[in-house]
């Protein structure tokens, strides 16, 4: 069974910082992407970060371009989300998912707030 565990969430003020992991357990095969999502209140949830974990190539959409970067260490099968210049919209809960896979993380909770 594959699992996937975010950490690294918490409460930071506005222009602040934060790293999230997500730890990759399982028989996964390699040569997958990785995304990090974030869900805030009564919205959908979205992506803002994916790599492939092959090529090591990086997408964002543009509200978290320049701030956020999603990195890997593919030998301790571990994703990483650095987050900087944070705002409040950033807030919301955070998850890892392999994409194309049924396998997401239970989350991780980020609130930017002064």
């Known amino acids: 069974q594959v699992q996937l565990v975010e950490s690294g969430g918490g409460l930071v003020q506005p222009g602040g910082s934060l790293r999230l992991s997500c730890a990759v357990s399982?028989?996964?095969?390699?040569?997958?992407?990785m995304g990090w999502y974030r869900q805030a209140p009564g919205q959908q949830r979205e992506l803002v970060a994916s790599?492939?974990?092959?090529?090591?190539?990086?997408n964002y959409p543009d509200s978290v371009k320049g701030r956020f970067t999603i990195s890997k260490d593919n030998a301790k099968n571990m994703a990483y989300l650095q987050m900087n210049a944070m705002k409040p919209e950033d807030t919301g809960v955070y998850y890892c998912?392999?994409?194309?896979?049924?396998?997401w993380g239970q989350g991780t909770q980020v609130t930017v707030s002064s």
């Open positions: 998912h392999i994409l194309y896979s049924g396998w």
């Open positions: 399982g028989p996964v095969f390699s040569g997958y992407v």
């Open positions: 790599i492939d974990t092959t090529s090591g190539s990086t």
